[in-house]
C-alpha cells in the first residue's frame, strides 16, 4: 500500500502527533513533510515507507483497498488503551522504541 498525502496528514491527525514532532521521529524534514502533505512535493519510496513505518510505531493502521470501500486507518490501540499510553509516555518524556503489539 503507497502512502497518500492524504493518507499521512490522517494518520498523524488520528495518532495526535504535530509535523515536527514526526520529522523528529521519522528523520525527515518537516517543511518537506508539509509539502508532501499538502501535495506541492513528492517523497520517493524510502520517505514513503519511513512516514508509513514511523506512523505504524505510533498506533495507526493502514487498511487496505477492498472491494466494497477504500483504503483507510485506524489506531491499533481502543480509545481508552491510548489514553493510558499517552499518560504513561508523558510521565517519564517522549518514549524512542517499544514493543506494543
Known amino acids: 500500500m503507497t502512502l497518500t498525502p492524504e493518507l499521512c496528514h490522517a494518520a498523524r491527525i488520528l495518532a495526535h502527533i ?5 520529522a523528529h ?15 506541492t512535493a513528492e ?18 493502521v493502514f487498511l487496505p483497498e477492498e472491494k466494497e470501500g477504500g483504503v483507510g486507518i485506524r489506531l491499533k490501540f481502543t480509545e481508552s488503551e491510548t489514553r493510558r499510553i499517552l499518560n504513561w509516555e508523558g510521565e517519564g518524556g517522549r518514549v524512542n522504541q517499544d514493543d506494543v503489539v
Not at 504535530?18 to 514526526?22: F, H, K, T, W, Y
Not at 521521529?25 to 501535495?39: H, Q, T, V, Y
Not at 517523497?43 to 495507526?60: H, N, P, Q, Y
Open 18 to 22: 504535530d509535523r515536527e514532532a514526526l
Open 25 to 39: 521521529e521519522s528523520g525527515l524534514a518537516e517543511d518537506k513533510i508539509a509539502e508532501f502533505e499538502n501535495g
Open 43 to 60: 517523497f520517493g519510496e524510502a520517505s514513503r515507507d519511513k512516514l508509513k513505518a514511523t506512523l505504524e510505531a505510533l498506533g495507526v
